[in-house]
């Protein structure tokens, strides 16, 4: 088991009264906490979306714009499927059967990126300890970026806010190829020691890159010549990874999103804030009136209430959100959100020009 030696505040009134007014409003409402039947009929869709964009663009593309349409439909479907389903799945929140859950995160392995890794990294990591640096291995761009104000500063940084978009979209490429292999391997992501798979997760780690090698490697093979695949791979990969990147970084790495540094001195020290609040002030929403972005986000753009409540299906986050917001505001706890997809790109672009700078050194006493 992971163990990673962070304490926060203990649980306050605000977590205990946030709990029970969602509780109260799920049981009024008489909905599943997992997911309904909408969320099947859009994974229906997803998947149709997902299938016949690779069979478009693998088969039957027979020139250039074909190619780059399919591509871009087949990003967007590999996308808007990591959203809404293993995403969900992965938390437990898309069936009341862990059994479905496991079987449905297995579906992030078919794309080619673990579901075993993507579990330690973003559920235990990411979810527990959001935006600690050193702790939280999404603000981790192994110097290649700076995300946080205590990370340390290069000087090719004073660049990033135009340079990571383009390596945003080689993420993927090194999930696929690098980062799952070197996180099992060393059993550690980042600094912290995780289990290596074994017995079955490791069958279906090994299972899920024989699937994706075939798919969308050797098929494609059989079809194109090496170079016509090498540019429709990364033409896909480069568009997923900055839709991917780009939709949790405007969750986490904005103006408004605090970073705690991890206390120092003896380990039972705590992190000031208890973890519900630490989860509100680390973590901003984007377009929450949009019905289109909820939808293909999988309601990642209600990101405070998907932090709050990983094992409650996003199919709830609209009607969850003014109560969390409410609860907030009574209990003086800071509850960010921007108000369209666009602003959030801004703020952003913003963070990431505040980080390029060199930290100011404080004045000598």
């Known amino acids: 088991m992971l163990s990673v030696p962070i304490k926060f505040g203990v649980r306050s009134d605000f977590r205990k009264e946030l709990h029970a ?5 799920l049981d009024s409402c008489g909905r599943r906490v997992r997911a309904p039947f ?6 229906f869709v997803i998947i149709a979306w997902l299938a016949s964009s690779y069979i478009g663009l693998v088969f039957y593309s027979a020139n250039w714009w074909q190619g780059a349409l399919f591509s871009i439909s087949l990003a967007m479907a590999a996308a808007g499927i990591s959203f809404n389903i293993p995403h969900d799945a992965s938390h437990g929140s898309y069936s009341s059967d862990p059994r479905i859950n496991r079987a449905f995160a297995f579906v992030f392995d078919m794309m080619g990126a673990s ?38 500063h290069l000087l090719f940084h004073r660049f990033q ?33 995780i289990p290596r798979p074994k017995g079955l997760e490791m069958f279906l780690f090994v299972l899920g890159k024989a699937f994706w090698l075939t798919f969308f490697v ?28 780009v939709v949790f970084q405007m969750a986490h790495t904005v103006e408004e999103a605090d970073f705690v540094e991890p206390p120092p001195g003896a380990p039972e020290e ?5 973890w519900a609040a630490h989860q509100v002030e680390t973590t901003v929403n984007f377009a929450p009136r949009s019905a289109v972005w909820t939808w293909y986000l999988g309601g990642l ?23 969390v917001e409410q ?22 672009f913003r963070w990431l020009r505040e980080m390029s700078r060199p930290p100011v050194e404080p004045l000598a006493a």
């Open 21 to 25: 007014r969602v509780d109260a409003y």
């Open 38 to 43: 909408a969320m099947y009929r859009k994974s």
């Open 115 to 152: 579901s075993y890794v993507w579990h330690w990294k973003h559920n235990v990591l990411h979810h527990g300890f959001t935006n600690i640096p050193g702790v939280d291995d999404d603000i981790n761009l192994g110097g290649m970026g700076r995300l946080a104000p205590t990370q340390k």
């Open 161 to 193: 806010h135009y340079y990571l978009w383009v390596l945003y979209g080689l993420i993927t490429v090194k999930w696929q190829w690098v980062d799952d292999f070197q996180n099992v391997i060393s059993a550690k992501i980042g600094s912290a020691d």
């Open 218 to 245: 050797i098929v494609p093979l059989t079809q194109h010549s090496f170079g016509i695949w090498l540019l429709g791979y990364f033409a896909v990969n480069m568009m997923l990874g900055v839709i991917v990147a």
């Open 270 to 274: 705590r992190i000031k804030n208890e």
């Open 301 to 323: 753009n209600y990101q405070i209430e998907h932090h709050l409540f990983p094992s409650v299906s996003h199919i709830h986050y609209p009607e969850l959100a003014p109560i």
């Open 327 to 348: 609860t907030c505001n009574e209990h003086g706890v800071s509850y960010s959100k921007h108000p369209t997809f666009r602003a959030a790109i801004a703020s952003h």
